[in-house]
T-cell receptor, first 117, second 119 residues
Framework: AQKVTQAQTEISVVEKEDVTLDCVYE???????LFWYKQPPSGELVFLIR??????QNEISGRYSWNFQKSTSSFNFTITASQVVDSAVYFC??????????????FGAGTTVTVRA | GAVVSQHPSRVICKSGTSVKIECRSL??????MFWYRQFPKQSLMLMAT?????????EQGVEKDKFLINHASLTLSTLTVTSAHPEDSSFYIC???????????????FGPGTRLTVL
């Protein structure tokens, strides 16, 4: 079963528009960790955020914000006032070490964001 | 801090040859490193978990004799693709877990990746 689902394959927006990326996860652990990564065309993964399952506070970092809803097993990511430099593939990932007995990450399929000038 | 390097960044080889990829944690110790493979326009797929001083744990469907992993020190893990074929062409990414850094014990730090092309 897919542990992390990113239903949106591609999103295209015009600069300055907001864009929200959906992430739905599945785990039986009560303690787990969620991540978002950005992968620009260069290929190197850029860490954006880590959230543990006990911290349901939403977070804002500049133009980025995250909405964690345990009730719906979702951890959505919003880019406000998008810029061309935001164009990349964004991955949501889950670490549930008590199930896997390890800290390996399960990645979603990724969402390709294209911001047009 | 928390920098992971990979070498080489890009390699082109002939079919049948073996290729070694190095993954180093530059400023922290990593008892656990992970190797991922990413095909074009796809997600990262975990290949194996590499633990310092012990045998690697391979994910289902990954041939251990094809992808040899050695984690001989706390800062270095190597992935050797043996007898490479065109279907092994992919982007290989390693990550390292900082087991001692305060507040970072469950984070993985990713290397920049190695693009392998087998002709």
């Amino acid at each position: 079963a897919q542990k992390v689902t990113q239903a949106q394959t591609e999103i295209s927006v015009v600069e300055k528009e907001d864009v929200t990326l959906d992430c739905v996860y599945e785990t039986r652990d009560t303690t787990y960790y969620l991540f978002w990564y950005k992968q620009p065309p260069s290929g190197e993964l850029v860490f954006l955020i880590r959230r543990n399952s006990f911290d349901e506070q939403n977070e804002i970092s500049g133009r980025y914000s995250w909405n964690f809803q345990k009730s719906t097993s979702s951890f959505n990511f919003t880019i406000t006032a998008s810029q061309v430099v935001d164009s990349a593939v964004y991955f949501c990932a889950l670490s549930d070490p008590w199930t896997t007995n390890d800290y390996k990450l399960s990645f979603g399929a990724g969402t390709t964001v294209t911001v047009r000038a | 801090g928390a920098v992971v390097s990979q070498h080489p960044s890009r390699v082109i080889c002939k079919s049948g040859t073996s290729v070694k990829i190095e993954c180093r944690s530059l400023d922290f110790q990593a008892t656990t490193m992970f190797w991922y493979r990413q095909f074009p326009k796809q997600s990262l797929m975990l290949m194996a978990t590499s633990n310092e001083g012990s045998k690697a744990t391979y994910e289902q469907g990954v041939e251990k004799d094809k992808f040899l992993i050695n984690h001989a020190s706390l800062t270095l893990s190597t992935l050797t693709v043996t007898s490479a074929h065109p279907e092994d062409s992919s982007f290989y990414i390693c990550s390292a877990r900082d087991t001692q850094g305060a507040g970072r014990w469950n984070e993985q730090f990713f290397g920049p990746g190695t693009r392998l092309t087998v002709l």
